[in-house]
């Protein structure tokens, strides 16, 4: 079964500091991989996905298929940034899709 | 405007009555899913479908159901409602199941009392 798990709850940065939100996955197959963020009384959206390996509002996240880890970085966290960071994996194929999701990481950015 | 839209957004009701929270999408979605946020669980699909008259279970199914008529439309029904099935819920939809992006509602604010 696939398991997609965030070990942090709560996570709290200052202004400024480097962030990282920790994502590890159990799948058997070849992942898919996606971070979601929810703002504060906003509908989750897609932040990332790890098969475009871009940068989307100075974040990155790096697949690694040997630690079955996903983290999400950012060099420099802003205000803005506070939410709640959602890591997913989805399992395509056949009739059996899926998308499950950890449990969510909410990260404070302090001025 | 793309968006999957859910009504009602707030929703007091008791135990064992019968409710429906429509869930809609207007960019031709083939995948449309339902999920509950829960404090401390993160978000669990319930039900989803990949595409018209074709639903199946997610991880917590149990007392709840859904249909898939039409392409846009996919609503959850709960046949009697209780107090553990108080909780925020949302609808998905995405253009296929492979590595696609999922846009969500703005979400469905249950309360079973």
């Known amino acids: 079964a696939q398991r997609v798990t965030q070990p942090e709850k709560l996570l709290s940065v200052f202004k400024g500091a480097p962030v990282e939100l920790k994502c590890n996955y159990s799948y058997s197959g070849s992942p898919e991989l996606f971070w979601y963020v929810q703002y504060s009384r906003q509908r989750l959206q897609l932040l990332l996905r790890?098969?475009s390996r871009e940068s989307i509002k100075g974040f990155t996240a790096d697949l690694n298929k040997g630690e079955t880890s996903f983290h999400l970085k950012k060099p420099f966290a802003q205000e803005e940034d506070s939410a709640m960071y959602y890591c997913a994996l989805s399992k395509g194929g056949g009739s059996n899709y899926k998308l499950t999701f950890g449990k969510g990481t909410l990260l404070t950015v302090n001025p | 405007e793309a968006q999957v839209t859910q009504n009602p957004r707030y929703l007091i009701t008791v135990t064992g009555k019968k409710l429906t929270v429509t869930c809609s999408q207007n960019?031709?979605?083939?995948?449309m899913s339902w999920y509950r946020q829960d404090p401390g669980l993160g978000l669990r699909q319930i039900y989803y479908?990949?595409?018209?008259?074709?639903?199946d279970k997610g991880d917590v199914p149990e007392g709840y159901k859904v249909s898939r008529k039409e392409k846009r439309n996919f609503p959850l029904i709960l046949e009697s409602p209780s107090p553990n099935q108080t909780s925020l819920y949302f609808c998905?939809?995405?253009?296929?199941?492979?590595?696609?992006?999922?846009?969500f509602g703005q979400g469905t604010r249950l309360t079973v009392v």
């Open positions: 479908s990949m595409n018209v008259e074709v639903t």
């Open positions: 998905a939809s995405s253009f296929g199941w492979a590595n696609t992006e999922a846009f």
């Open positions: 790890h098969i």
């Open positions: 960019m031709n979605h083939e995948y």
